[in-house]
């Protein structure tokens, strides 16, 4: 169904997905989408009530039985048609994420291959959901399956919008599962072209795309007693509260991936024009830091420190800041206003606590920075453990950067923050890099690399980063419940 005008702006209202009909909200709202660069609007989203989510989850609910006794490889066919949709219509999602989220062109063009790529990956694990056998008594039959928790929801964050939505349907979708999916209303616009994918290719109630507001469809969601499991990628407040929200109701299985503050550690054999480059690649400004796993602490050996620092600083002054729809932009604006204002405390924090700025940390000036949710691209030097930019997660274009000389003094640097999701280590010693990543509090580690994620290699986060593992098998099996059945033979044939 294509979208319709909205009254009085030409912008168009899209349609979110429930029971197989793409539909707007039973309450009449709507949310407007944003561009951050401009703060022009985009278009409509339905304001999904408590209503429409609970007719979401029994649409979901009804759909589970015959969906979960589907063959395991029919579920993967859709899931790849899915995949093979999605790729058709990548331009045109690619158009609305750049200007939704702010992010630029030349790093979200990979995201709808990202995860096209997971929903084959998941695909193709369809028949890798097994039991076990064991041979406990000599006169009985041991063995265990696995089965569904029927209604699954997902709720997401803005920063990759499609990359989360399509990807994080693979895995309950090829376990049996039924999905309501929540996106965040920050970002909302390409999740509806997903939901009008999904309501040519599955059933009716098998996927259901719900847009609104955490507040009203979040809390929908997490609360109904009939979703027994639950997702959330976010931050670590709102994920605190999810688990506190989800155990007030019901008995429930979380899996969450929140926030990091993660360090990307330079061994004094490193080279420091590839640590360079590497720490501002691992900074993800394309995204304006605003990803969970930015290595967004840069932790020097005093050998390399003003070096690597310096080398550091030009290349991130040299960073165009600009219209992210054009290819030759390295850093757009912020996702919205709320976010900006955020992170321009974590600058004034930091300066207030003595962190030397070297670049950035002020909004742009020029006409086109006049309107959006713009800063620069910013660099603190000499950051020490008592300052909270070393402790606390900006999710900005913000890198603190510190010293370091000894190594049992190191990974307590390392490690001395709430945080755990991911870890950059770099020397041209591999037993040192493996002893290091070990040491490391961290659940995604990366040796002379940093921000790439591959298919089948679990993602996940230690402390307060989050429970649970996405991205492989072990994600896969987590939407299944384990059966054991019994069966008692006789001890020899009559």
């Known amino acids: 169904m294509p979208p319709t005008a909205t009254p009085g702006s030409g912008a168009p209202d899209r349609l979110m997905l429930i029971d ?174 997903l939901a009008e994918l999904c309501a040519e290719i599955f059933p009716p109630g098998v996927v259901n795309i719900v847009t609104g507001t955490g507040i009203v469809a979040g809390a929908a969601l997490v609360r109904h007693p009939r979703v027994k499991r639950l997702t959330f990628i976010g931050s670590v407040p709102t994920g605190r509260a999810i688990q506190r929200q989800a155990a007030e109701s019901a008995v429930k299985h979380v899996s969450l991936e929140l926030g990091g503050k993660n360090p990307m550690i330079v ?71 709320r976010h900006l204002q955020n992170v321009i405390g974590h600058v004034a924090a930091a300066e207030e606590d003595g962190a030397r700025l070297m670049t950035g940390g002020r909004r742009p000036g020029g006409a086109q920075f006049e309107r959006g949710f713009w800063l620069q691209p910013t660099v603190f030097a000499d950051v020490t453990p008592e300052m909270r930019l070393f402790r606390s997660e900006v999710f900005g274009p913000v890198l603190a950067v510190s010293r370091w000389s000894d190594v049992d003094d190191l990974f307590a640097l390392a490690n001395g923050v709430d945080y755990g999701l991911t870890a950059s280590i770099w020397t041209n010693d591999l037993n040192r890099g493996l002893v290091a990543a070990r040491a490391v509090q961290a659940g995604y580690v990366w040796i002379n690399g940093n921000s790439t994620h591959f298919p089948g290699t679990g993602f996940g986060g230690r402390k307060e980063s989050g429970t649970g593992s996405e991205e492989g098998l072990d994600e896969l099996l987590s939407f299944t419940e384990v059966k054991t059945i019994n069966v008692a033979l006789p001890a020899q044939l009559t």
Not at 112 to 137: N, Q, R, W
Not at 267 to 288: I, R, Y
Not at 304 to 331: I, N, Q
């Open 20 to 193: 197989g009909k793409l539909c707007a909200s039973a309450g009449g709202g709507w949310l407007t989408a944003i561009d951050p660069s401009n703060e022009e609007v985009l278009g409509r989203v339905p304001e999904a009530t408590a209503e429409d989510v609970e007719q979401a989850v029994l649409a979901a609910d009804r759909a589970a039985p015959a969906w979960a006794a589907t063959p395991a490889l029919e579920r993967a066919r859709l899931v790849r048609e899915l995949a093979r949709r999605a790729l058709d219509r990548a331009d045109e999602l690619l158009e609305l994420e750049v200007r939704d989220t702010g992010n630029t062109r030349r790093r979200m063009v990979r995201d709808v291959t990202m995860a096209t790529d997971l929903l084959e990956y998941f695909a193709g694990l369809a028949l890798e959901i097994k039991g076990e056998t064991v041979p406990s008594s000599p006169t009985g039959l041991h063995f265990s399956v696995r089965e569904p928790y029927g209604v699954v929801g997902r709720i997401l964050a803005f920063n990759h919008p499609f990359y989360f939505a399509a990807s994080r349907l693979a895995a309950p979708l090829v376990a049996g599962n039924t999905v309501v999916l929540k996106p965040s209303e920050e970002a909302p616009l390409s999740t509806t072209v």
């Open 267 to 337: 061994f004094p054999d490193a080279d420091p024009e590839k640590v360079a480059t590497a720490a501002v690649a691992g900074m993800n400004f394309g995204h304006q830091g605003q990803s969970c796993g930015s290595t967004s602490r840069l932790l020097l050996h005093e050998d390399l420190y003003e070096d690597v620092l310096a080398r550091v600083v030009e290349k991130v002054s040299a960073l165009r800041l600009g219209d992210p729809t054009r290819d030759d932009t390295d850093m757009g604006p912020l996702n919205n206003a």
